[in-house]
């Protein structure tokens, strides 16, 4: 049994003072992250040891370590992509990832679980709608983890299918569970964080803040901090669109929650 004081730290506050025992716990996928930092120094394939054996993949483990080394991926982004996308050499029909990524929905470790968000992100196989549908409860995980690399896994598909992913993503944005709205908002961002930025809503953003829309008065923080950071992104390009975004917003909806959007949403240009 892990033992109270673990399961209920704060997390380290850098990579370096992450205890040994905790990262022992991690690796062996006893306990999920709480924070970056911990998150950061996971060893990738120690973690994929245990898992494997566990779900009975463990003849994938030499294969798996080979992809490691011609791959050579060096952040933990790239580490879970990685074992991501080897896992879509293996299971290659939908009905196979799903059985798969379920039964990694149900590991301890968020990091486990976000390899299922990349094996349904980057599978070749998959239709757009098929790979939204699978990624839903990956987009409601409550680690802070698993949602970051949801969207991730789904960035590129949404740079190359704008149109047809922004129409899928209007009924994300209006679901009760504050996970998948951010969701949408995340993955639809115009300069994002670590990963490409989308040129065509940097240009234009209006196709995004239309998808927006519902979301300008949201009783989460969690979805309002995003919403903010996105208008923000787009205010560097196109600041005269989201000033007048934001005037109209506050004009439709006076509310604490729209202004602490507008608020957000403004603070690059207030600054500068």
């Not at 062996?28 to 566990?54: P, R, T, Y």
């Not at 301890?108 to 790979?131: N, V």
Request: aromatic share 6%.
């Amino acid at each position: 049994m892990t033992p109270e004081h673990i399961l209920n730290r704060t997390g380290a506050r850098n990579t370096a003072s992450v205890p040994g025992d905790v990262l022992k716990l991690l690796n062996s996928g006893k306990i999920e992250s709480v924070n970056l930092c911990e998150w950061l120094v996971i060893d990738q394939l120690a973690l994929a040891e245990v898992v494997f054996k566990k779900l009975g993949w463990q003849q994938h483990l030499p294969a798996l370590k080979r992809h490691f080394k011609e791959e050579a991926p060096a952040t933990a982004p790239k580490k879970i992509a990685a074992i991501g996308k080897f896992l879509t050499g293996i299971f290659t029909t939908k009905n196979d990832v799903t059985a798969a990524s379920t039964l990694l929905l149900g590991e301890i470790s968020d990091s486990a679980r976000a390899w299922g968000g990349y094996l349904i992100g980057l599978h070749p196989s998959l239709s757009l709608a098929e790979k939204f549908e699978l990624i839903r409860p990956y987009a409601a995980d409550t680690n802070m983890a698993v949602p970051e690399i949801a969207w991730l896994a789904l960035r590129e598909q949404f740079i190359e299918k704008q149109a047809e992913t922004l129409a899928i993503l209007k009924l994300f944005a209006l679901d009760p569970d504050d996970h998948i709205r951010r969701f949408a908002s995340e993955l639809t961002r115009p300069r994002g964080v670590w990963c490409r930025h989308v040129q065509a809503l940097k240009d234009d953003p209006s196709p995004g803040i239309a998808l927006l829309e519902p979301l300008k008065s949201d009783p989460s923080n969690y979805v309002r901090l995003s919403v903010g950071n996105w208008l923000n992104d787009a205010s560097k390009s196109t600041p005269d669109l989201v000033r007048n975004t934001c005037d109209r917003w506050e004009k439709e909806s006076p509310t604490k929650d729209t202004a602490h959007i507008v608020r957000r949403a403004l603070r690059t240009l207030r600054k500068n």
